[in-house]
């Protein structure tokens, strides 16, 4: 009766690491899939005041019901909205002209995902929701 019991207890407890080491295994997959995490950051910040913005790209499109990419990765021509899309693109190569206009892109920025997330009602507005350490 105590062999059973010894057996028994084995039984728990490797199924607790197990379930255990599968979690891990979820998580850390998720944690360096390079495909998973993107960071909304430009090269003509070459001095940052907060961090880059860290998002899941997939996840908030998904939740946003946002299928059509140019809401976000537009390209206008003559102030008039074209069907092609900027993805691949830095935003600064359209919105500025040179380092001094850094202050512009900020704005851009602001305006595109603060704005957004303002018009729906939903999404972080504070800098540290979106700036996070």
């Not at 255990?20 to 993107?38: C, G, K, P, W």
């Not at 880059?52 to 976000?72: M, P």
């Amino acid at each position: 009766m105590i062999k059973h019991k010894l057996s028994y207890r084995k039984q728990k407890i490797f199924s607790g690491v197990a379930v255990f080491v599968f979690f891990l295994l979820i998580l850390a997959l998720r944690a360096f899939s390079t495909d998973y995490i993107e960071t909304v950051d430009d090269p003509a910040f070459e001095k940052r005041i907060r961090p880059a913005v860290v998002f899941y790209h997939d996840d908030h499109n998904d939740r946003a019901g946002i299928d059509d990419c140019s809401v976000c990765h537009h390209v206008y021509e003559n102030g008039i909205k074209t069907a092609d899309m900027s993805v691949g693109m830095a935003c600064s190569d359209c919105h500025m002209s040179g380092p001094a206009a850094a202050p512009d892109l900020i704005r851009v920025y602001h305006l595109q995902c603060r704005g957004c997330h303002l018009s729906e009602q939903a999404g972080p507005v504070t800098c540290g929701g979106c700036h996070k350490k």
